[in-house]
């Protein structure tokens, strides 16, 4: 079984703070993705990777970004984080040749 | 960028009946159409997915269907049961050798009236 695991289930940050939303996948997918969920929104893409290093912007990527040193991890980055960015935050892998995406358990962010 | 719009937003259906949820697309050359299904507090899991190439696809209860003239696929649940209340995506993505990107809609809130 492909396991996706993020590193917090909830977290309550404060405003203005820099916040790390870790990511980790252990069957050597190359794609690599962060979504935030929100009620009515469904699931928008905020950044992908399709290897180490790479980082592509997905649609709404404004007061984040990404690092993906190694293969198996992936972080989303919250350099000011703003009370608008309270939200669910899911990451993903998908294998190329199976197209399927297999999600982390999310991270409930809060900021106060 | 692909574009997905979701309908309806809730639905509620009495168990036994049916649930039909419909997508429609933007991007002609998106060829891959996976539905997700969320159960409350647990991730996102893949239910049934469609390519391009075929118009119909089923899994017991569950069918897929694509119309790629008009873009749009729809899902249909028959005989619906109370562990069918969940929330529904539906996704898009060209599939091009490495460089998939899934596309979501914003999701359908099922509720299976006992």
């Known amino acids: 079984d492909v396991k996706v695991t993020q590193s917090s289930r909830y977290l309550v940050k404060r405003t203005g703070e820099k916040v790390f939303l870790e990511c980790v996948q252990d069957?050597?997918?190359?794609?690599m993705f962060w979504y935030r969920q929100d009620p009515g929104l469904g699931l928008r893409l905020i950044y992908f990777?399709?290897?180490?290093?790479?980082?592509e912007k997905g649609d709404i990527p404004e007061g984040y970004s990404v690092s993906r040193e190694k293969k198996e991890r992936f972080s989303l980055i919250l350099e000011s984080a703003s009370t608008n960015q309270t939200s669910m935050y899911l990451c993903?892998?998908?294998?190329?040749?199976?197209?399927?995406?297999?999600f982390g358990q999310g991270t409930r962010l809060t900021v106060v | 960028g692909e574009n997905v719009e979701q309908h309806p937003s809730t639905l509620s259906v009495q168990e036994g009946d049916s649930a039909v949820i419909k997508c429609t697309y933007s991007?002609?050359?998106?060829?891959?159409f996976p539905w997700y299904k969320q159960e409350l507090g647990k991730r996102p899991q893949l239910i049934i997915d469609?390519?391009?190439?075929?118009g119909e696809k089923k899994d017991q209860r569950i069918a897929v269907t694509l119309n790629k003239t008009a873009k749009h696929f729809s899902l249909h649940i028959t005989e619906t049961q109370p562990e069918d209340s969940a929330v529904y995506f539906c996704?898009?993505?060209?599939?091009?050798?490495?460089?998939?990107?899934?596309?979501f809609g914003t999701g359908t809130r099922l509720t299976i009236i006992p």
């Open positions: 990777s399709y290897d180490v290093k790479m980082k």
């Open positions: 996704a898009a993505s060209m599939t091009n050798f490495g460089n998939e990107k899934l596309t």
């Open positions: 469609i390519r391009s190439n075929v």
């Open positions: 991007d002609s050359a998106s060829n891959y």
């Open positions: 069957m050597d997918h190359e794609n």
């Open positions: 993903a892998s998908i294998s190329p040749d199976v197209t399927e995406a297999f």
